[in-house]
């Protein structure tokens, strides 16, 4: 075991830098130069992805949260907090792989998760890093490292762990990054060729309007009662409050609400939504058959295809039969195939042309084979039908989360918190996981080049977040995306920070194999998860109620200041502290390029003065910092103007000064831009492709039921899932898997059961819940459960806890986004023998102690 190093409190850093305070390593950490930290007993504000906090401590310890004042309908999820602080798994000192420890990069890969781990001092972790970065540099350049960190972990400005991972290694030699999103990889891709612009974050026409105008509104794989529990900033759930004032107004207009999808959701049972059980991934045959009746009835609107739209008569052809496939799309050729009858397909195209409609699509529908189609078409049927841009008609497909459709306060707009500039060269998309575009005034950390270095002329080189496997397996290999070529660099190291692939990433037994190919993998973390137990080294990070910070609510309304409550628990670091430690290893001018001189709190300063003075010149008042920091947040109001906004009503009313960013400047049902591509798997308008796996296809013989992997309830993506929050719904141990009563007697499995889900890609046991929720022939299996594997770190061990990634494919969506899946085919069995233990929410032991 390791000895204690001796407490000291901070080191100033040489030369240039001299007077920056930063964290040393400590056994316990304490107070830096201008932090601050609350007195026990007296209650303090913080964020969470969950909502706003206050924060209870007593006795020293973080106890208990009430929700923040201004939010009316709080997530049950912020009651997660006190209980992942103090989690049982949670990281307590830094750690490396036993047989890394004794051979560096040259270890055998193969005993990643399955290897013992040592504790080592955060001297010996920081010059292990430092010195493996510089290797690696020396040996591959740059490119060879990658830094492209995905996840949702903290929602702070400063410490905001993607970020500065991407700033530290920006500075310290170079990284390979990624771009664009799991979430919405596939509609970030194809919106921009149809709308101009990306449709998963745009402001969507506001509910008060809704509630006034809309007569029928659609569900389209969509559930926000659910989603809206979270946000990538910090939802203050005003979309319930709304939804509340629709579900009354429904009840007086007799607005109709439908629900299409395998799945009766919470948002459908809310409204009490007709369902419309649609097969999986094949809501675009069903669109097209309604575009056909729309058409063939005469039921479409001309004027708004004629006036605002491009390209409908190679749509039109292709719906007629006279393209390439020579197919009339027929609602009853769609019935074949989406398995809803003829004649509903008919009465909702002749009920949504009929009534003011709101198409609400969501992005689980996206997450599948042929993503990039699914929107393409929502928004050419809501062309058709010809509301676009009228009160309470048209299409939205934000909805689905916590500011969709929630009026826009009167704030200052500023660029996202964790865009990081580099220079010359830029993370772009690739700066934030699901980042919006603007935020009251709060900028990013960024390096501004206040030094000279090699790091100014730096260009950052990325690829389709969702491609890490397939970019590790194939070093060199050259990729079609978005219109470009692409070469797979050669990775020699990771270093991930704020994310955890070993639950988001598809194709787990695939995905460890390909892990391998890393000579090094450095992870900070505050939890032992599936993808912390993968790492050679690992750094434990502080939650984000240890430390100070700023942030911002995703609807704009509000900045919050983030006040540390507790002392870490253990040896646990600040992120920004961690990589100012690996940079002195390098020298005193990296560490100013990555701090300018600024303290941690006087970063966190800047942020809030420069949302300030911008608020000023925008005739918003704002308190000075002084007063926000003492109070806890700052409020912003809604002008009345905000609360009618309709989507695209000034392009409506003038298409010419009000030009979409596309090259006709109008909506593309026929792209030109990515007809010239030639892509096989996306072609220049929206089209039924047959996905590799689906109820109709050759593989449902073995594998007949489908399998749908949503948002969770009681978790953010992983997180949450170390604490009694999954006592709420799991079944003897195991993530729920929803069957339909039909399937699951045929297999002689009852309610309560556990159950083996498997296909040729993996193993996973699971909780039946036998439910007539779900559409027979499919199940439903929430992503984010940990993964625990039986026999840790083996290519195909079964997951005894039920990760659905095990079982889904790492199969690109097309050459245009090169995205994610979120379905499969699968079978159920009722599982025989004794039921494993569960033992990934312990920490694992560590070698001598």
Excluded at 204 to 228: G, H, K, M, R
Excluded at 257 to 269: G, K, L, Q, S
Excluded at 500 to 526: G, L, S, Y
Excluded at 576 to 600: H, P, Q, Y
């Amino acid at each position: 075991m390791t000895k204690k190093m001796d407490r000291r409190s901070f080191l100033k850093v040489g030369g240039a830098a001299a007077g920056v305070a930063v964290a040393t390593v400590s056994a316990t950490a304490i107070p830096l130069v201008g932090d601050s930290i609350l007195q026990d007993g007296v209650d303090g504000v913080s964020a969470s992805h969950f909502g706003a906090v206050k924060t209870k401590v007593r006795n020293g310890r973080f106890e208990s949260v009430e929700a923040f004042e201004g939010d009316s309908y709080p997530s049950t999820l912020i009651q997660g907090l006190p209980a992942r602080t103090y989690a049982q798994d949670r990281i307590l000192y830094p750690c490396v792989r036993e047989g890394y420890l004794k051979h560096g990069y040259k270890s055998d890969k193969s005993k990643r998760g399955s290897d013992k781990y040592v504790r080592v001092s955060w001297e010996k972790a920081f010059d292990l890093i430092a010195d493996e970065l510089k290797r690696v540099y020396k040996s591959y350049g740059p490119d060879a490292v990658f830094g492209g960190s995905y996840g949702w972990f903290c929602v702070g400005s400063l410490n905001n762990p993607q970020a500065l991972v991407g700033r530290m290694l920006g500075v310290a030699g170079g990284y390979t990054s990624r771009t664009l999103t799991y979430s919405t990889h596939a509609i970030r891709a194809i919106t921009p060729y149809v709308t101009g612009g990306d449709e998963s974050s745009n402001q969507q026409t506001a509910y008060p309007n809704l509630i006034a105008n809309s007569e029928c509104i659609v569900f389209w794989s969509s559930d926000p009662i659910n989603t809206n529990q979270i946000a990538w900033g910090v939802p203050d759930h005003q979309s319930y409050e709304y939804m509340k004032q629709l579900k009354a107004e429904a009840k007086k207009r007799n607005i109709k609400f439908y629900c299409i999808d395998p799945v009766y959701n919470n948002t459908a049972m809310y409204f009490g939504a007709e369902h419309i059980k649609v097969r999986p991934t094949t809501d675009v045959a069903m669109m097209l058959g309604m575009a056909h009746y729309l058409y063939s009835e005469n039921l479409y609107s001309k004027e708004f295809v004629e006036k605002y739209t491009s390209g409908f008569a190679e749509f039109k052809a292709y719906l007629l039969g006279e393209g390439e496939d020579k197919v009339i799309k027929t609602p009853e050729w769609a019935a074949k195939i989406c398995g809803v009858e003829a004649s509903v397909i008919k009465m909702l195209a002749k009920e949504f042309a009929s009534k003011r409609t709101m198409l609400m699509g969501g992005w689980g529908f996206q997450r599948a084979h042929h993503g990039e189609q699914p929107h393409w078409m929502l928004i050419t049927l809501a062309s058709m039908l010809g509301q676009i841009g009228l009160a309470g008609g048209g299409f939205g497909c934000a909805y689905h989360y916590s500011d969709g459709g929630v009026p826009a306060p009167a704030a200052a707009t500023g660029n996202p918190l964790s865009d990081v500039k580099m220079g010359n060269g830029s993370q772009g998309a690739a700066a934030s996981a699901d980042a919006p575009a603007a935020s009251p005034g709060l900028t990013g950390i960024s390096v501004n080049s206040k030094v000279d270095g090699p790091w100014k002329q730096r260009k950052i080189p990325v690829i389709p977040v969702s491609r890490i496997v397939e970019c590790l397996e194939n070093p060199g290999r050259e990729i079609l995306f978005d219109g470009k070529k692409l070469t797979y660099p050669d990775l020699k190291m990771a270093y991930w920070a704020g994310g955890n692939p070993f639950h988001h990433h598809q194709d787990r037994n695939r995905m460890i194999k390909a892990w391998q190919k890393f000579e090094t993998f450095v992870v900070n973390e505050c939890f032992w998860t599936a993808t912390a137990r993968m790492a050679d080294i690992v750094l434990p990070a502080t939650t984000e109620q240890e430390r100070n910070d700023i942030t911002k609510s995703h609807t704009n309304s509000y900045i919050f200041a983030m006040k540390k409550a507790v002392e870490p628990v253990g040896e646990a670091m600040d992120d920004f502290d961690i990589f100012v430690n690996i940079l002195r290893r390098f020298s005193a001018a990296e560490v100013l390029a990555f701090t300018e001189g600024k303290s941690k709190m006087e970063w966190i300063k800047s942020f809030y003065d420069e949302s300030y003075n911008k608020a000023k010149k925008s005739g918003v008042a704002m308190p000075a910092f002084d007063e926000f920091w003492e109070k806890g947040f700052v409020k912003f109001e809604t002008p009345e103007a905000a609360k009618n906004f309709i989507k695209y009503k000034t392009f409506r009313d003038n298409p010419v000064t009000n030009r979409l960013g596309t090259p006709s400047g109008k909506i593309e049902i026929f792209s030109k831009k990515i007809a010239g591509y030639g892509y096989k798997e996306c072609k220049g308008h929206p089209t039924w492709f047959e996905p590799m796996e689906w109820l109709g296809s050759s593989v449902a013989k073995e594998f007949p039921l489908n399998l749908v992997s949503p948002h969770p309830k009681y978790r953010l993506h992983s997180q949450l899932n170390n604490t009694w929050l999954r006592d709420l719904e799991e079944v003897q141990g195991r993530e729920p898997i929803w069957m339909h009563p039909k399937d699951a007697a045929k297999r002689g499995i009852q309610n309560g059961d556990v159950v083996r889900i498997f296909n040729k890609r993996g193993q996973v046991l699971g909780g039946a819940v036998v439910t007539e929720a779900v559409m027979e022939g499919v199940v439903r299996m929430q992503e984010g459960a940990w993964y625990d594997p039986k026999e840790p770190g083996k290519i195909g061990s079964l997951c005894v806890h039920g990760d659905v990634n095990v079982l889904i494919a790492d199969v690109p969506t097309s050459e245009l986004a090169q995205g994610n899946q979120a379905t499969a085919l699968v079978e159920i069995e009722k599982f025989k023998g004794e039921i494993p233990a569960i033992g990934i929410f312990k920490a694992p032991v560590m070698k001598g102690m």
